[in-house]
């Protein structure tokens, strides 16, 4: 009840905001009256209604999208946005069939893992003629988020959010067992010491939590020299020796030493509810855990960059906003990502409401950002981005994730060693994928 009324006080606060923000200033008695026609030609412009598919804002952000969607609708009276939203685990699957049947909203959500297998597929419209009959500012974006939603010099995607992933560390653990805090030059080896002497406080005691799966793989092999994929991304390199030590380290956390714990030690918990539970030092996840931890960690916490091992590296997670190349609707479709975006409205509700990080640059909401508190030392959330690497942009990445990650699951519960894991990984996917 009480994150609830937080929630809409914060949203109250934010439409008064914007609602005053929005009111246009009384025209002056010489307008001239060309503009004062233009004004009536756009609030008298045909109806149109589209279709909006997003993933996102299913996670806590269903009020914010609605906020945006109003400011928008107010900008653009002559436009309607119908908002469908899915649950990420069903989204894929909705929207592709969405595509395959001929039945496409008329602009989506994509992740950076999903982004090319789109284009691959002619689904959706490069933007270049949209964003110059919009006259987009793309300054207003980062040059990184630019680029992640191009292929070959050709915009795809509009940025709109990104996010890393941090070391989240449970300060009265480390306290307890008598730790200094993690900084940001820590290493593996660092992490894992602390780790057993937080393990060592007690019987149902953990140190680390940290993920063995395709999503977490693919930045720690780059930590350790590896990668799963050769520099033009025409070979699978997924049994190299960097990546064997890499995986063993992560299955020895789990089997050997147990200062991970594995699956059925978890029982009916996800990482971040056995976190949760303060008997963890550390977990690593990613920056949209905020929100849930303030409201439901029940002890102090704190964040750093995550460690590394030979190198540092850290996750670049970015979703970006299509127009359907099917779309009858494409320029009012195209006016709507563009606004979620380039806002700088957006961007300070983003922040406001506790969502991901806006692609858009704006001191405002990066400001707002920082003094935002738990955690204390956010710092660290824009030293990550120094480090940062992107999931394998493949087309097939979704199928390449499935075929790794039930080899990586072998190997996290002991039925199969990392190395017989990774070159049975390396075998199936070359005969799985072939590689332009």
Known sequence: MKKTLALILVICMALATFGCAAQPATPAATEAPAAATAAVAETTAAPITIDFMNFSANEGGLLTLGIMKDLFEKENPNITVNIETFGYDTYSTQLQTRVGGGDAPDCFELGLDSFPSYVDQSAILPLGDLMAKSATDLSVLTEKSRDAFSINGTAYGMPYSYSTVVLIYNKDLFDQAGIAYPTN????????????????????????????????????????????????????????????????????????????????????????????????????????????????????????????????????????????????????????????????????????????????????????????????????????????????QIAQFSQMADILGAQLDAAANGTKSPQQALDDAQAELESAITLG
């Open 185 to 392: 030059d820590w290493t593996w080896a660092d992490a894992d010491a602390a780790a057993l002497k937080i393990k060592a406080l007690g019987d149902d005691y953990y140190g680390l939590i940290q993920p063995i799966s395709t999503y977490e793989f693919f930045k720690v092999v780059k930590q350790y020299g590896g990668s799963l994929l050769n520099d033009d991304n025409t070979a699978f390199t997924v049994n190299r020796s960097e990546n064997v030590v890499a995986l063993q380290r992560l299955c020895d956390n789990v089997l050997v030493s147990n200062i991970c714990p594995s699956v059925e030690q978890r029982g009916s918990l996800d990482e971040w509810g056995v976190f949760k539970l303060g008997k963890t030092g550390m977990i690593v996840t990613g920056i949209w855990a905020f929100p849930s931890f303030t409201t439901d960690c029940a002890f102090n916490w704190d964040i750093a960059v995550e460690p590394g091992a030979v190198t540092k590296a850290t996750h670049y997670f970015a979703n970006g906003l299509c127009v359907s190349a099917d779309s009858k609707n494409s320029e009012a479709a195209y006016k709507w990502i563009e606004f979620l975006a380039t806002s700088e409205q957006v961007a300070q509700l983003r922040v406001q409401l506790g969502w991901e990080l806006p692609c858009a640059t704006y001191q405002s909401a990066m400001d707002q950002y920082a003094l935002l508190t738990p955690p204390a030392n956010r710092q660290a959330v824009f030293d990550s981005l120094q480090y940062v690497v992107p999931v394998p």
